[in-house]
T-cell receptor, first 108, second 116 residues
Framework: QQPVQSPQAVILREGEDAVINCSSS?????VHWYRQKHGEAPVFLMI?????EQKGHEKISASFNEKKQQSSLYLTASQLSYSGTYFC?????????FGAGTRLTVKP | GAVVSQHPSRVICKSGTSVKIECRSL??????MFWYRQFPKQSLMLMAT?????????EQGVEKDKFLINHASLTLSTLTVTSAHPEDSSFYIC????????????FGPGTRLLVL
């Protein structure tokens, strides 16, 4: 079952923060985050495996809730280079599914 | 950083022909490689997981006889789209996991396939 991502799109000014959410109706084995720029292959950002985990660095980080059904990606003090479509990928029962994506646009 | 290459980057072929796409990890060994497909303006779809020296594991709904995957070495996996049809036109992307760790994966630049 495809995870639900929100928001579908977000427009920010440089320096603003954003949060992208990814949720599943089932407890997940793992959640992955990717960024894809238009016309290019995705770039892997990080994987979270443990409930309650927080990962990343001060600019781009992610959390995985205790129930392992919800993850959030945090983009802090956004830069122009953060623009792109962000996907979460979720793994459950050896099945990998991707969210529909969140289109992030960072403007000067 | 780690580099994964894909070849060709673009291919146009006639309906009924087969197309082979190569995915290479250039500076690391990848025990696991993944193949994805992405239609325009849509999300990624994992097609199969390829482990060196063993048969690929296909996702539900992906025909293994149509999408042949070979992972002959720790640096090379190939995807062959057999008897391609226009509906197979898509962006095919591979990724490679260094040394079997789940902590990261590196994507190839993708192959755009257009079947006429």
């Amino acid at each position: 079952q495809q995870p639900v991502q929100s928001p579908q799109a977000v427009i920010l000014r440089e320096g603003e923060d954003a949060v992208i959410n990814c949720s599943s109706s089932k407890a997940l084995y793992s959640v992955h985050w990717y960024r894809q720029k238009h016309g290019e292959a995705p770039v892997f950002l990080m994987i979270l495996l443990k409930g309650g985990e927080q990962k990343g660095h001060e600019k781009i980080s992610a959390s995985f809730n205790e129930k392992k059904q919800q993850s959030s990606l945090y983009l802090t003090a956004s830069q122009l280079s953060y623009s792109g479509t962000y996907f979460c990928g979720t793994e459950v029962d050896n099945d990998m599914r991707f969210g529909a994506g969140t289109r992030l646009t960072v403007k000067p | 950083g780690a580099v994964v290459s894909q070849h060709p980057s673009r291919v146009i072929c006639k309906s009924g022909t087969s197309v082979k796409i190569e995915c290479r990890s250039l500076d690391f060994q990848a025990t696991t490689m993944f193949w994805y497909r992405q239609f325009p303006k849509q999300s990624l779809m994992l097609m199969a997981t390829s482990n060196e020296g063993s048969k690929a594991t296909y996702e539900q709904g992906v025909e293994k006889d149509k999408f042949l995957i070979n992972h002959a070495s720790l640096t090379l996996s190939t995807l062959t789209v057999t008897s391609a049809h226009p509906e197979d036109s898509s962006f095919y992307i591979c990724s490679a996991e260094p040394g079997g760790t789940q902590e990261t994966q590196y994507f190839g630049p993708g192959t755009r396939l257009l079947v006429l």
